[in-house]
């Protein structure tokens, strides 16, 4: 079954730092793949997605992903993070079920504390 | 504005009771979903909902159960067979399987 591993648990960073987020999937093939933000107090939302074409995704608030097809990589960046980015960051790829359902597999999720 | 519902948005039971999670949709969204998220374990899927009358277990179904008989509501029952209880459920919505879901902003669920 297909897996997601966000190797890290808990960031600290301090504002203007760089930001890269870690994210691997198991298995290969045609996949779709997925960056989730859940701010304090807010909606889990959509960062940004990958389905086909330019590897280099760009999403909202200037963060920005690269799919590598041969490292089963998704990891996400920004250049200079902001206080404003402190949250949980969920990475998500998509996985065949046996009823033919494609669904959702989602990490554990990365912590990202900014301080100012 | 559209999005999803969900309420309450805290919800404290006493153990051996079931209890009804609401979550309502208006973005027209075929799909419908619930996830359970847990500290350190991230979102698993509970159960699915391609269209209205029929859904499907995920992963973890067991000791819950849902019912679709409109587009924009999809109910979940945590029953009493459910072991551990203590979670945030989370509500989510797409267009089609295929697309990105959106979320509700969750309902966490306390029972003693």
């Not at chain 2, 209890?19 to 500290?39: F, G, I, K």
Request: net charge positive.
């Amino acid at each position: 079954a297909q897996s997601v591993s966000q190797h890290n648990h808990h960031v600290i960073l301090s504002e203007a730092a760089s930001l890269e987020l870690g994210c691997n999937y198991s298995y290969g093939g045609t996949v779709n793949l997925f960056w989730y933000v859940q701010y304090p107090g807010q909606h889990l939302q959509l960062l940004l997605k990958y389905f086909s074409g330019d590897p280099l995704v760009k999403g909202i608030k200037g963060f920005e992903a690269e799919f590598i097809k041969s490292k089963f990589s998704f990891n996400l960046r920004k250049p200079s993070v902001q206080w404003s980015d402190t949250a949980e960051y969920f990475c998500a790829v998509n996985s065949l079920m046996n009823t033919g359902f494609q669904k959702l597999v989602f990490g554990t999720g990365t912590r990202l504390l900014v301080s100012p | 504005d559209g999005g999803i519902t969900q309420s309450p948005k805290y919800l404290f039971r006493k153990e051996g009771q079931n209890v009804t999670l609401s979550c309502e949709q208006n973005l027209n969204h075929d799909a419908m979903y619930w996830y359970r998220q847990d500290p350190g374990q991230g979102l698993r899927l509970i159960y699915y909902s391609q269209i209205v009358n029929d859904f499907q277990k995920g992963d973890i179904a067991e000791g819950y159960s849902v019912s679709r008989e409109k587009k924009e509501s999809f109910p979940l029952t945590v029953t009493s067979a459910q072991k551990n209880p203590t979670a945030f459920y989370l509500c989510a919505s797409s267009r089609a399987v295929y697309y990105e879901q959106y979320f509700g902003p969750g309902t966490r669920l306390t029972v003693t």
